[in-house]
């Protein structure tokens, strides 16, 4: 393994824990937004800007650098089928979401990836023009069922990201 590959993933152990450790994802906060409580912004912002390390195509933490970087250096068939699921998994989940049968014709309309590039391009962390009418008009037609499964597609990542952090930690553990 480079220098450059066990820096990543020591990043990515560091960025995991910050995002695992979500004050949203903790103290119940998730349980009462699945039970229909709106979430607290200012958690969301939070979880978001940490979730950000692993979405972003030029961040050494990407989850598809930091699946390539294990794969390349498991010496474990164990890992790489694991690493490969996982990866597998969120594949699906970005392509097709997960499955909620009040969702479906929003997912049809406007796919998971879609709609996070849709909610952090808009709303989040950019003002696009295009994309903030786009999502008008989505919150328009389902009302906030367009957010709820939003920040349900980003929690079902962010398990995804946990898991390949166990494997994240077991090589690092390894390699010291």
Same mark, same amino acid.
């Not at 910050?18 to 607290?40: Q, R």
């Not at 970087?69 to 790489?80: P, Q, S, T």
């Given at each position: 393994?480079?220098?450059?590959?066990?820096?990543?993933?020591?990043?990515?152990?560091? =960025? /995991?824990?910050?995002? #695992?450790?979500?004050?949203?994802?903790?103290?119940?906060?998730?349980?009462?937004?699945?039970? %229909?409580?709106?979430?607290?912004?200012?958690? #969301?912002?939070?979880?978001? *800007?940490?979730?950000?390390?692993?979405?972003?195509? =030029?961040?050494?933490?990407?989850?598809?650098?930091?699946?390539? #970087?294990?794969?390349?250096?498991?010496?474990?068939? @164990?890992?790489?089928?694991?690493?490969?699921?996982?990866?597998?998994?969120?594949?699906?989940?970005?392509? %097709? %979401?997960?499955?909620?049968?009040?969702?479906?014709?929003?997912? /049809?309309?406007?796919?998971?990836?879609? *709609?996070?590039?849709?909610?952090?391009?808009?709303?989040?962390?950019?003002?696009?023009?295009?994309?903030?009418?786009?999502?008008?008009?989505?919150?328009? =037609?389902? %009302?906030?069922?367009? @957010?709820?499964?939003?920040?349900?597609?980003?929690?079902?990542?962010?398990?995804?990201?946990?898991?390949?952090?166990?494997?994240?930690?077991?090589? #690092?553990?390894?390699?010291?």
């Amino acid at each position: 393994m480079t220098d450059e590959e066990k820096y990543n993933l020591e990043l990515y152990r560091d =960025k /995991a824990h910050e995002l #695992i450790s979500s004050k949203f994802l903790k103290d119940e906060n998730f349980i009462k937004f699945l039970n %229909g409580e709106k979430p607290n912004e200012e958690q #969301i912002i939070f979880l978001l *800007n940490k979730y950000r390390f692993f979405y972003l195509q =030029k961040e050494p933490t990407n989850f598809y650098k930091i699946c390539d #970087i294990l794969c390349k250096n498991a010496k474990n068939e @164990k890992h790489i089928e694991s690493i490969q699921n996982i990866r597998e998994t969120y594949k699906k989940i970005l392509k %097709g %979401g997960i499955g909620f049968v009040f969702s479906d014709k929003l997912k /049809a309309e406007q796919p998971p990836e879609d *709609n996070i590039d849709l909610w952090f391009n808009a709303f989040y962390f950019h003002s696009d023009r295009e994309k903030k009418k786009r999502l008008e008009q989505l919150q328009n =037609k389902y %009302g906030y069922i367009q @957010k709820f499964v939003f920040i349900r597609e980003i929690w079902s990542l962010v398990l995804l990201i946990q898991q390949l952090n166990k494997i994240v930690n077991e090589v #690092i553990n390894k390699s010291d």
